[in-house]
């Protein structure tokens, strides 16, 4: 197994893991969730991070049957779980299905093959085509990653992959900039990267060419085709992180707490912290930020009236960022708190 040249993830890279130790830790931790909260509904689960794939499908059943035994999942709870090419074929898809799950997000992220090899991917074009064929005929719901702005890239590039990916019959996407991060392959390297005005452009370019609308700074989606589960994590909804590394923001007793699955942290957090992290979070959405009590707290209303250019008010009491205002997002943020 391998990371990618850019990836920042908790993982660990092992060449015959210990599935069985795994999903008995999942479990443990369910059961301890569903002591402290109780038999709390639930609507949707996400199975993302490393690369979910590789786990094999006897325990990805044993996770949710237990899910189901511990909790009251929704009866459109929304199950998804993230693939790489190369990682699953038709039969272990099917079998992810006859589990529960009920949508895949798949790691494409080029659509050539040189770039997958820079980007360090095991995959190729071919591979990453075929299982997103097989995924788009099944009764489920269809997702895919592409990273953009690696060196060399212009509009042109970008234009050019936009129309490629409307051809693929999707109905949701997400078009990711490549961030260089510390501690990485490639934030070992000094690679020439576009300037911020050329990724200003090649954002904007993913917005006139795409054929799906933008209903976050890098997610597309058809009307009613959303990830669910993200749109609540952004809208500030409390989740649960289960497994090393997994962050959640759980509310207990009108107290809400950081965590992280494993037993990792758990610790309160203010309010005001909380209002911020659904502050940055939700004006990442169209939709904006919804102005409860808390949020209201700590923004600055007068900016948002001296700048209707940057930010607006919606009819369903939120604070949306326009088209300019999402292209200096996190300096509008900043100026917006208090």
């Known amino acids: 197994m391998s990371k990618c040249n850019y990836c920042a993830f908790f993982s660990r ?145 970008i234009t050019q992959l936009c129309k490629d990916i409307n051809r693929l019959g999707l109905t949701h996407c997400s078009l990711y900039e490549l961030t260089i991060e510390p501690n990485t392959p490639f934030g070992r390297q000094n690679l020439q990267m576009p300037s911020n005005e050329e990724m200003a452009d090649m954002y904007l370019a993913i917005s006139e060419t795409l054929g799906l609308p933008r209903y976050e700074v890098s997610n597309y989606a058809v009307n009613g085709q959303e990830c669910r589960h993200n749109l609540n994590v952004w809208d500030g909804a409390p989740y649960i992180g289960i497994g090393k590394g997994a962050a959640g923001r759980v509310l207990i007793d009108n107290q809400w707490y950081e965590q992280m699955g494993g037993g990792e942290k758990f610790e309160k957090i203010s309010d005001e912290t909380r209002a911020e992290e659904r502050l940055i979070t939700g004006l990442r959405q169209t939709r904006g930020v919804y102005l409860d009590n808390n949020v209201k707290k700590i923004i600055n209303m007068d900016y948002v009236q001296k700048h209707p250019d940057l930010l607006q008010q919606t009819s369903d009491n939120r604070i949306a960022a326009t088209k300019n205002g999402i292209l200096i997002l996190d300096d509008l943020i900043l100026n917006l708190m208090r």
């Open 13 to 157: 890279a092992c060449a015959k893991p210990d599935w069985e130790t795994y999903t008995k830790n999942i479990k443990e931790e369910l059961l301890y969730w569903s002591k402290v909260l109780g038999r709390i509904n639930v609507s949707t689960v996400f199975f993302g991070g490393g690369t979910p794939s590789l786990m094999p499908t006897a325990s990805f059943s044993e996770i949710i049957a237990d899910i189901y035994k511990l909790f009251e999942p929704t009866g459109d709870c929304e199950i998804s779980f993230e693939a790489n090419p190369g990682t699953i074929d038709e039969k272990k898809l099917d079998s992810f299905i006859a589990a529960g799950a009920n949508r895949i997000s798949i790691g494409i992220q080029s659509l050539d093959d040189d770039k997958l090899k820079f980007l360090g991917r095991r995959h190729d074009t071919k591979t990453a085509l075929k299982i997103l064929e097989t995924a788009l005929k099944k009764n489920i719901r269809v997702s895919a990653d592409f990273i953009y702005g690696l060196p060399g890239e212009d509009t042109k590039y």
